[in-house]
């Protein structure tokens, strides 16, 4: 049984970043791909529009993974492929794999990082009445068969739900020759972001139908066509508004799910709005020296985005195995051992017009001042529950407002990122309440 200072558990962008980001304290790090090889989803991602904020480049998906592939096989991390995680037992601080190389063994760890990603919610997620025949893929999966697997799944396709995947499908399957009838959407906004909307819509003109969706799936052997309707405030179909559109693919892209049956398996706190585990400002879950970062965490809109989170985690982990070292040999005069102090937590919390916040809680020290080595600021990720042409995101410490921004264009699809200075948070404080006004 071998151990390691830092496990990381994926090797798509999130974990790829953990990994290398620890390596650099020069401590032992392991990190572990269920399949055959690294990047993750960026694999299959060939469209570009990636690495604009890190890299200040625009590129592909494979192109993007490249690069942090690169730096993590010229690092000391080990990496295991074709190996999956069983199980994680927390307090024996121990991991399961079922591994084709090695068959199942057990790995320690010191620190552990969650980076499993997320998965896409399937047609039984949304219920849509009708038979069951071929021809219905999530949009995930119609990517990885399209652009690995070079298949060409249908001529005629109609899309359910406007997030990004969805909107990137319908332009690549119109570039691979087939005829996208449309995309609905159940809300009365589209999900994705507005790049992809013009970008991926607009500009082959494929039309979006807000408030509508598919109410029945038709055919035996194979797709002929779906009913969609429009729906009322209660997301009811109205009746009246039914319409055929004869295809024979349809593509789900309705939302995506955080991988973390392992999480919970492990009695690790999950956040009801993320869906993810509840984080603090240094990617720590409720479970003292387990880390979570990416999509496993809570699901972003930019990979950049994710990167960079995670380079928080591979550090923020590598220094709770350093200090934990350190405390092993730090002894009083008198012999005993130094115990480091107790650590108490802000609840983070956030008003209705508001879908979620990361992180959700701020780790400070007994006497909420916060621990040493600690950043300046935090910063907080945050999606509106609906769109807003201007609005002022304000943060309340214990009803007492500490700070007031103004954004413009506020879109459940783009995810918004503020920097609060921990200098402006008042020793004491119980509760940060973020709200937005118009």
């Known amino acids: 049984m071998k151990k390691y200072d830092i496990i990381v558990i994926g090797g798509g962008p999130a974990g790829l970043a953990a990994a290398y980001e620890a390596s650099q304290s020069e401590l032992s790090v392991l990190l572990i791909e269920r399949d055959h090889y690294l990047g993750g989803i960026l694999n299959q991602c060939i469209h570009t529009g990636f690495g604009l904020k890190l890299f200040k480049e625009e590129l592909s998906g494979p192109e993007y993974a490249e690069k942090y592939i690169d730096m993590v096989i010229l690092s000391s991390v080990e990496i295991l492929l074709n190996s999956m995680v069983i199980e994680i037992d927390k307090s024996e601080r121990t991991i399961v794999v079922m591994s084709e190389q090695l068959g199942r063994v057990m790995f320690t760890f010191s620190a552990l990082i969650l980076a499993m990603g997320c998965r896409e919610r399937s047609r039984g997620s949304v219920i849509i009445p009708g038979t069951r025949p071929a021809g219905v893929f999530t949009a995930g999966t119609a990517q990885y068969y399209t652009n690995i697997m070079g298949d060409k799944i249908g001529k005629n396709v109609f899309i359910l739900g406007s ?4 909107l990137i499908m319908a332009r690549r399957m119109t570039l691979e020759g087939a005829n996208v009838l449309g995309v609905a959407e159940l809300q009365s906004f589209s999900s994705g972001l507005n790049r992809n909307i013009v970008q991926c819509l607009e500009d082959f003109d494929i039309p979006l139908f807000l408030s509508h969706t598919v109410v029945e799936i038709h055919g035996d052997i194979r797709v002929e066509g779906v009913t969609i309707a429009m729906v009322d405030q209660y997301y009811r179909p109205i009746e009246a508004s039914k319409k055929y559109m004869p295809c024979d693919t349809l593509l789900l892209s309705v939302g995506l799910i955080p991988e973390n049956e392992l999480t919970r398996a492990a009695g690790i706190l999950i956040n009801p709005k993320t869906k993810g585990p509840v984080i603090n400002q240094e990617m720590e879950t409720s479970e003292s020296g387990i880390f979570a970062c990416g999509n496993v965490a809570q699901v972003h809109d930019l990979v950049d985005y994710v990167s960079l989170e995670a380079k928080r985690a591979g550090k923020n982990a590598a220094n709770y195995v350093i200090k934990n070292k350190k405390s092993k040999i730090s002894v009083n005069n008198d012999g005993s051992i130094i115990s480091s102090p107790n650590i108490s937590h802000i609840n983070i919390e956030i008003s209705q017009r508001f879908i979620m916040v ?8 007994d006497d909420f001042g916060f621990t040493d080595n600690a950043p300046d600021s935090i910063e907080l990720m ?14 309340y ?4 407002e500490l700070l007031r921004i103004e954004k413009r264009f ?8 503020i920097n609060v200075k921990t200098s402006i948070i008042p020793k004491n404080t119980t509760l940060l309440l973020i709200d937005l006004l118009e």
């Open 358 to 365: 990361a992180p959700q809680i701020v780790k400070v020290s």
């Open 410 to 417: 506020l879109t459940p699809g783009e995810s918004i990122h």
């Open 163 to 166: 997030g990004d995947i969805g």
């Open 382 to 395: 945050l999606r509106v529950s609906k769109p807003l042409e201007m609005g002022k995101i304000v943060l």
């Open 397 to 400: 410490a214990d009803n007492v």
